[in-house]
Antibody
C-alpha cells in the first residue's frame, strides 16, 4: 500500500525557515518523480515543486523559485522541501504527491502538513 | 503559464441531478495531460479522471470527462450525496503544472 506521510509543518515568523519532509513507502521510490502541492486556507490547489526520480532534475513554481528547494534521499525514501525567506503568502497546507505511471497526475497524496507564517 | 479557468464557481444541485463542470485553458492542452480531482473538507484531493477521459481506479462510472484543445468538461450524472465537494482541473503537460480555481458542487 502506498503511503505518504508529511512532517515538519508549524508556525514560523516572516523571513524564517522551515524544512518539510515526506516519508514514502509501498512503492519503488527512486523510480517516481515526487511533487509538493500546497493549499492556502480556503483557497485552491497550487503546484509548488517537483523532483525527478533520481533527483537530477527539479522544477519550481515562479512564486517559490529561489526560496524553496526540493531534494530527495532515495536511500531513506524521503523527499524534502527546504523553505527559506517565508512570507505570509506561503501559509498553506503542503501536500506531498507521487507521480503516476502515466504522467504527472496524482493518485497518491499525503494528508498534508500545515505551515503558518505569522508574526 | 497555462491558466485554467473553471466555471461555474458554485453549482447548486439536488441529489439525482446531473452536474456539468467546465475547465477552460488559456492555451491548447494535449488531451493526455488534463486531470480532474475531487476534494472534501479536511481531506487531500482524490483523483477522478486523467488523460481527459480515463477514470481512475475505483471511480464510479457516473463520473466522465471530455474535451480537447482549450475546453474540457467533467460530468457527474445522477449526483449522490457523497459527490458534493469541490472539483479541480489540473494540467500537467506544460511546466509549471497548474490547477483551476475549483468548482464547488453544493446541495440545493
Amino acid at each position: 500500500e502506498v503511503q505518504l506521510v508529511e512532517s515538519g509543518g508549524g508556525l514560523v515568523q516572516p523571513g524564517g525557515s522551515l524544512r518539510l519532509s515526506c516519508a514514502a513507502s509501498g512503492f519503488n521510490f527512486s523510480t517516481y518523480a515526487m511533487s509538493w502541492v500546497r493549499q492556502a486556507p480556503g483557497k485552491g490547489l497550487e503546484w509548488v515543486s517537483a523532483i525527478s526520480g533520481r533527483g537530477e532534475s527539479t522544477y519550481y513554481a515562479d512564486s517559490v523559485r529561489g526560496r524553496l528547494t526540493i531534494s530527495r534521499d532515495n536511500s531513506k525514501n524521503t523527499v524534502s522541501l527546504q523553505m527559506n525567506s517565508l512570507t505570509v503568502e506561503d501559509t498553506a497546507v503542503y501536500y506531498c504527491a507521487k507521480d503516476s505511471d502515466g504522467g504527472s497526475f496524482y493518485v497518491y497524496w499525503g494528508r498534508g502538513t500545515l505551515v503558518t507564517v505569522s508574526s | 503559464e497555462i491558466v485554467l479557468t473553471q466555471s461555474p464557481g458554485t453549482l447548486s444541485l439536488s441529489p439525482g441531478e446531473s452536474a456539468t463542470l467546465s475547465c477552460r485553458a488559456s492555451q491548447g492542452i494535449d488531451r493526455i495531460f488534463l486531470a480532474w480531482y475531487q476534494q472534501k473538507p479536511g481531506q487531500a484531493p482524490r483523483l477522478l479522471i486523467y488523460g481527459t477521459s480515463s477514470r481512475a481506479t475505483g471511480i464510479p462510472d457516473r463520473f466522465s470527462g471530455s474535451g480537447s484543445g482549450t475546453d474540457f468538461t467533467l460530468t457527474i450524472s445522477r449526483l449522490e450525496p457523497e459527490d458534493f465537494a469541490v472539483y479541480y482541473c489540473h494540467q500537467y503537460g506544460s511546466s509549471p503544472e497548474t490547477f483551476g480555481q475549483g468548482t464547488k458542487v453544493e446541495i440545493k
